[in-house]
T-cell receptor, first 113, second 121 residues
Framework: GQNIDQPTEMTATEGAIVQINCTYQ??????LFWYQQHAGEAPTFLSY????GLEEKGRFSSFLSRSKGYSYLLLKELQMKDSASYLC??????????????FGGGTRLMVKP | GAVVSQHPSWVICKSGTSVKIECRSL??????MFWYRQFPKKSLMLMAT?????????EQGVEKDKFLINHASLTLSTLTVTSAHPEDSSFYIC?????????????????FGAGTRLSVL
């Protein structure tokens, strides 16, 4: 089966740094995605990791450790607009569904002034 | 970037009626599209995978006769909620992958529609 865990809610202060963790136990692994979703809107792609290590993209970075089944999304210089849900999703290996994704429960991040 | 258009964005219907939701890839071709359901403050639950020109693949627990999926072209998939009931009220989101995205990250990204909020009275 597929099991993806991430904290339900987090709160951080504007200008600070926050790390959102995601652990997964899936039947195979073929990449991990992070999406941002504002309430009532479509999820938007943030990052994709398939190899171990850190991927940096502006204020956002994502880390992956396949041996530990662990990833984190790091947000720097937090802005109020970063208040959103952050979804961790894994693409299991070997499925015939054309890159089906399994999502974690999402982490609601609230950025306070 | 790739754009997925989903319509309608909000629909209210009476119990027992059927509702069709459209998902279109506007500037790319999508061999495969995905339909998700999302409850308030919850994450996305995959309902089915829509394959162009063939039958959809449904996840366990999803009634295929209840949620009819048609993927007639490379740019359009539809989800019809048949004989809708109040428990079907939810946020439905589609996503698509660019068939011609080539190699690397781009081919793995799913692009999401804005979602359809269904309220069944």
């Amino acid at each position: 089966g597929q099991n993806i865990d991430q904290p339900t809610e987090m709160t951080a202060t504007e200008g600070a740094i926050v790390q959102i963790n995601c652990t997964y136990q899936t039947s195979g692994f073929n990449g991990l995605f992070w999406y941002q979703q504002h309430a009532g809107e479509a999820p938007t792609f943030l990052s994709y990791n398939v190899l171990d290590g850190l991927e940096e993209k502006g204020r956002f970075s994502s880390f992956l450790s396949r041996s530990k089944g662990y990833s984190y999304l790091l947000l720097k210089e937090l802005q109020m607009k970063d208040s959103a849900s952050y979804l961790c999703a894994v693409r299991p290996q070997g499925n015939n569904a054309g890159n089906m994704l399994t999502f974690g429960g999402g982490t609601r991040l609230m950025v306070k002034p | 970037g790739a754009v997925v258009s989903q319509h309608p964005s909000w629909v209210i219907c009476k119990s027992g009626t059927s509702v069709k939701i459209e998902c279109r890839s506007l500037d790319f071709q999508a061999t495969t599209m995905f339909w998700y359901r999302q409850f308030p403050k919850k994450s996305l639950m995959l309902m089915a995978t829509s394959n162009e020109g063939s039958k959809a693949t449904y996840e366990q627990g999803v009634e295929k006769d209840k949620f009819l999926i048609n993927h007639a072209s490379l740019t359009l998939s539809t989800l019809t909620v048949t004989s809708a009931h109040p428990e079907d009220s939810s946020f439905y989101i589609c996503s698509a992958r660019d068939k011609l995205a080539g190699s690397g990250i781009a081919k793995n990204i799913q692009y999401f529609g804005a979602g359809t909020r269904l309220s069944v009275l």
